[in-house]
């Protein structure tokens, strides 16, 4: 097993030290882009092929482990009476025992072995924080929907997959699949009215219905609320555990009497409205 992965790991590594490389020397964004995209390439086929040699027995069917997993009430979709709602959990008293395991050696290695600064800030965030970050204004994904049953998607990934597909078909040639290809490593770059033009240009449908779509819209991904009874000052449910460590630097700097460098750390929840949460635990909101 070793000898047919090891060309790929070695394959792997040049790629990562290119990118290393390309990043020192300030390349421009499209180079880096090709360079990332082709880097993650061959993680895939060193993924697939590591799964290809496993032996039978080690292989996971996810659906059935998740299904095991909420029978047994490690997690289960949280009000669940009610209808549910997608991207939020709770966890039973086996998922609340695992989780602070978890969290007992996760603390044991990185607070007291490493010394790191543990801190615990408040998830609610008044917008000033948030504005000055840029998440007031850039905290956002591209949303679709369909045109008739009002399903969301996230413009990026739905055109990702979309072009997948195109991919796939053995009809489709070496120019029009690098074309394809090209669109894909650019994604993240697109502007709202370019992700638009390329739903149209490649006819990309509701996944679910084959329902036409809705031009994509920015939607932000911050549960905004209000603080204090007179509703006057805005605020939001953290979306990212980051901004409390980075206001509290001075007065970690403080604590650690001065010295750098020093880490810090916290855990704790954040959130975010994910337009389309369907990746169980992985991505919830």
Not at 13 to 22: F, S, T
Not at 35 to 48: P, S
Not at 81 to 108: E, H, M, T
Not at 219 to 228: C, R
Request: aromatic share 8%; proline share 4%.
């Amino acid at each position: 097993m070793e000898k047919i992965l090891a060309p790929l790991r070695e394959s792997v590594k040049q790629q990562g030290d290119l990118v290393h490389e390309l990043k020192a020397k300030g390349a421009n964004e499209q180079e880096l882009n090709k360079a990332v995209a082709e880097l993650k390439a061959r993680k895939k086929i060193l993924e697939a092929k590591e799964l290809a040699l496993q032996p039978k027995e080690d292989t996971v069917d996810r659906v059935k482990m998740e299904d095991t997993l909420k029978r047994r009430f490690f997690y289960d979709q949280a009000f669940a009476i009610y209808g549910g709602v997608s991207g939020l959990y709770d966890f039973g008293p086996v998922g609340c025992a695992l989780k602070n395991n978890i969290l007992q050696v996760w603390r044991q290695h990185f607070i007291q072995e490493e010394q790191i600064l543990e801190i615990d800030c408040t998830m609610l965030t008044p917008e000033p924080v948030l504005k000055t970050s840029g998440h007031v204004d850039k905290f956002a994904d591209y949303m679709v929907k369909d045109a008739k049953t009002g399903e969301c998607y996230r413009a990026d990934h739905l055109l990702k997959a979309h072009l997948k597909q195109l991919m796939s078909d053995n009809k489709c040639s070496a120019e029009k699949a690098a074309e394809l290809e090209d669109v894909i490593t650019q994604m993240d770059n697109y502007t709202q009215q370019e992700l638009a033009d390329l739903f149209v240009k490649y006819n990309v449908k509701s996944p679910s219905t084959g329902n036409d779509l809705t031009p994509p819209t920015s939607f932000n991904l911050m549960f905004q609320t209000s603080i204090g009874p007179g509703g006057n000052m805005t605020g939001y449910l953290r979306p990212e555990t980051a901004q409390g460590m980075f206001l509290n630097f001075k007065r970690l700097l403080e604590f650690n009497q001065g010295k750098l460098p020093f880490g810090a750390a916290q855990i704790g929840n954040s959130f975010r409205n994910e337009i389309s949460p369907r990746s169980g635990l992985i991505r919830v909101r």
